[in-house]
């Protein structure tokens, strides 16, 4: 089993900029590929970021492409998410994502273990 434990989300205003952090722990060398998620309240869970083993393959939603910039750091296990000139509908709860395959895919149903999510409200 992996653990993951997302940290870092506040209430910021409009433009302001934040970085998620997501820890794993557990059977960290089974999983490769990492994303990060996020659901509005009222809304469907969405894909916003993904990125491979090695870190030289990522892929942004539209939504965020710009703005957001998820790497990681395997010596600690951890994935990040620097989220910059952030808007009001960037609003939602936050959660990482695992998949044991080495795919960089953008659905939900590709990963294997999720955190509990950290939320983030952007204020006008």
């Known amino acids: 089993q992996v653990q993951l434990v997302e940290s870092g989300g506040a209430l910021v205003q409009a433009g302001e900029s934040l970085r998620l952090s997501c820890a794993a722990s557990g059977r960290t060398w089974t999983v490769y590929a990492m994303a990060w998620f996020r659901q509005a309240p009222g809304k469907e869970r969405e894909f916003v970021s993904t990125i491979n083993w090695t870190g030289g393959s990522t892929y942004y939603a539209d939504s965020v492409k710009g703005r957001f910039t998820i790497s990681r750091d395997n010596a600690k296990s951890t994935v990040y998410l620097q989220m910059n000139s952030l808007k009001p509908e960037d609003t939602a709860v936050y959660y990482c994502?695992?998949?044991?395959?080495?795919?960089?895919?953008?659905?939900?149903?590709?990963?294997?273990?999720w955190g509990q999510g950290t939320q983030v409200t952007v204020s006008p």
């Open positions: 994502a695992a998949s044991r395959s080495a795919r960089v895919v953008t659905s939900s149903n590709f990963y294997d273990y």
